[in-house]
Nanobody, 120 residues
Framework: QVQLAESGGGLVQAGGSLRLSCAAS????????AGWYRQAPGKQRELVAT???????NYADSVKGRFTISRDNTKKTVYLQMNSLKPEDTAVYLC??????????????WGQGTQVTVSS
C-alpha cells in the first residue's frame, strides 16, 4: 500500500522559512510527477509547485522566487523549501504524487497535509 506522509509544517513569523518533506512509502517502483498544493480556510485548493520525473519545475506566480520544490529519488521524498514566508501563505499544504508500483499500476496519491501558519 502506497502512502505519502508530509512533515515540516509549523508556526513561523513573516519573513521566516520552513522546509516541507513528503515521504513516500510502500512497494514503489518510481515517483513520476509530484507537486505541492495548499488549501486555506474557506478557499479552494491551489497548486503551489510541481516537479517532473526529469526535474522540471513549475510554480504558482504567488510563490515564484520564494519557494523551491526538489526531489530525492533515492529517498522517495519530495521537498518544498519556503522562504520569505507571508501571512497569506498560511494554509494546509498537501503533497501529491503520481506513482508507479512494482505491480505495474500507476495512480495519484495524496498525503494528509501539514499545517503552515505564518504570523504577521
Amino acid at each position: 500500500q502506497v502512502q505519502l506522509a508530509e512533515s515540516g509544517g509549523g508556526l513561523v513569523q513573516a519573513g521566516g522559512s520552513l522546509r516541507l518533506s513528503c515521504a513516500a512509502s510502500g512497494l514503489i517502483f518510481s515517483i513520476n510527477a509530484a507537486g505541492w498544493y495548499r488549501q486555506a480556510p474557506g478557499k479552494q485548493r491551489e497548486l503551489v509547485a510541481t516537479i517532473t520525473s526529469g526535474g522540471n519545475t513549475n510554480y504558482a506566480d504567488s510563490v515564484k522566487g520564494r519557494f523551491t520544490i526538489s526531489r530525492d529519488n533515492t529517498k522517495k521524498t519530495v521537498y518544498l523549501q519556503m522562504n520569505s514566508l507571508k501571512p497569506e501563505d498560511t494554509a494546509v499544504y498537501l503533497c501529491n504524487a503520481h506513482i508507479s508500483t512494482y505491480s505495474g499500476r500507476e495512480n495519484d496519491y495524496w498525503g494528509q497535509g501539514t499545517q503552515v501558519t505564518v504570523s504577521s
